[in-house]
Structure formats: C-alpha cells, structure tokens
C-alpha cells in the first residue's frame, strides 16, 4: 500500500514539475513579447528538461530558468532571426514557385520540398544541439540538420510522436496552457539525447586528433 502511495505520489509531483516549467515557458515567452522572449524561453525550458533526463530531477527550476533566460537571450535571439529570414526566403519562393508553369514549376517546387523539408528537420533537433553543446551559431544550425539526415528513422519516429501530441493536445485544449511546450519538449530532448549518446559512443573510439576537430563540445 505505502509503495503503491509512494508511485502515486511520485507522478503527481513529476505532474505538478511538467505543469509548472510549462507555465514558466508562457511567463517568460509573454515576458519578452513574445518575440524577443520566445527562443530564450525554449532553450530555458530545453535546459530544464534535459538536466531531468540525466537524472538531475532536484534542479532548482526558477533560478536555471531565470539564469538560462539571461544568459542565452541574445544568441537565442540572434539564432532565432537568423531562423525567421530562412522562413522568409521560403515563403517567398513558394510564391515565387506558384506563378510558373508546367515542368518549370514541378522542378522547383520539389525542390522547395526539400529545403522545407530540410528546415523543418533543423527545428526538431536545434534546440537539443543548442543545450547540449557549446557552438557558435551557424554550427547549430549546421549540426542540427547533420543530425536529423544521419538519423532519418529516428527523425520521422520523433515527428511522428510529435504529430501525435499536438493532435491530442488540440483534441484536448484545456492542458495547452499547462502541458504543450514541456511534453514536445521532452520528446524532441529524449531523440535529441539519444543521438548524442550515439555520436560520443562513436567519438569516444576515434582518435584524441579526430576528436579535436569533431566541432562539437559540451555545453556546460
């Protein structure tokens, strides 16, 4: 009985943790207007959620979020603007795209596909890249789309279970508030950590040279 209290009392407190960094997501996000608070607010939540998958569960929650917020706020940004252009240019050629014809049309819209496609894939894994290694800039987003293309069959599992909690979340709209960033989160991190755990398998079999020059260093 004690054991079974001892669980239940476990998911409600890991319930309560979800909702509460979820929250601190919106305050801060809000915080910064939204535009300016956006990307140092997820790379806060990233952070947060991350250290609770290396089993670093007694966190102090608000003060790492508050110094993340801080301290990230104007390279996230700058990653953020750099990401916002990219969407520009894609908008842009997709009207571009939509006044030719025939094979002409056909041509580079397939190709539009697959910088979208491209994209998209940089999205799912930037923010576990940015909160695992310390890099600069264009490396995140570099190593990020690396990332996603070297592991194609986890790409498509994550943005599946992704997929998946939007849908329910939208089936179910009052746990947005309280759940929808920190439960995407957590799955794009856990995919996120499991491709690291592959790469330093990998590196820790390569040369002191090779690993030298790898590019990647972990953030601290």
Known sequence: MQNMLGKLFTICEWIMKLAYVNLLWLLFTMAGLIVFGFM?????????VR???????E???WDTFLSIYK???TK????????????GF??????????LEGVLQLMFFVLLLIISALYFITLMYLFPVYVHYDLRVSEYIKNSCLLGILNLHLTLIIAASAGSIIFLLLYSPAFIPFFSAVSITWILMYGGMYSFRKIEARQKHRQPEQFRHSGLSRHI
């Open 40 to 48: 140092p607010a997820t790379v806060s939540l990233f952070t947060i």
């Open 51 to 57: 250290k609770w998958q290396m089993k670093e569960t």
């Open 59 to 61: 966190v102090p929650v």
């Open 71 to 73: 301290k990230e706020f």
């Open 76 to 87: 996230s940004n700058l990653l953020g603007f750099i990401l916002v252009i990219c969407a």
């Open 90 to 99: 894609i908008l842009l050629d997709l009207h571009f795209v939509n006044g």
